[in-house]
């Protein structure tokens, strides 16, 4: 996907092309129906972070988000699920690449699943 997004300034992730696409009525009901049930998964299967910038500064949380969310390579069933949500999105004309960085930027947040980091000049975004 090629969309760039506005606060973080790099390509928009599969989940947030996956949102839109939920929302586009030229979306088969059996897509869509698909496509929700692999959403909701990720909605009670991967925590929601806590934050998503580095600054601890006040008012830090009206700062627009610089943070991107990386799946780790130890969560075998969300890399899988997003393979899923990949495949639906690519029927629709949305091209998916899976991006692998040992480093991924500043990490702000973290758990068993995935890692949220602001990126370093260099990261594959």
């Given amino acids: 996907m090629d969309a760039v997004d506005e606060d973080s300034q790099v390509r928009r992730g599969a989940l947030h092309a996956a949102y839109a696409l939920r929302d586009d009525a030229t979306m088969s009901e059996t897509d869509r129906g698909e496509l929700e049930a692999l959403l909701r998964w990720f909605e009670n299967h991967l925590p929601t972070p806590e934050r998503f910038n580095r600054t601890r500064s006040k008012g830090h949380y009206r700062r627009a988000p610089k943070g991107i969310s990386w799946v780790r390579d130890t969560a075998k069933e969300h890399i899988e699920k997003m393979r899923e949500i990949a495949e639906v999105l690519a029927r629709y004309g949305n091209r998916v690449e899976m991006l692998k960085e040992s480093r991924p930027g500043y ?19």
């Avoid at 990490?107 to 975004?125: G, H, I, K, L, R």
């Fill in 107 to 125: 990490v702000v947040y973290e758990d068993a699943f995935q890692v949220v980091a602001e990126p370093f000049a260099e990261s594959a975004t």
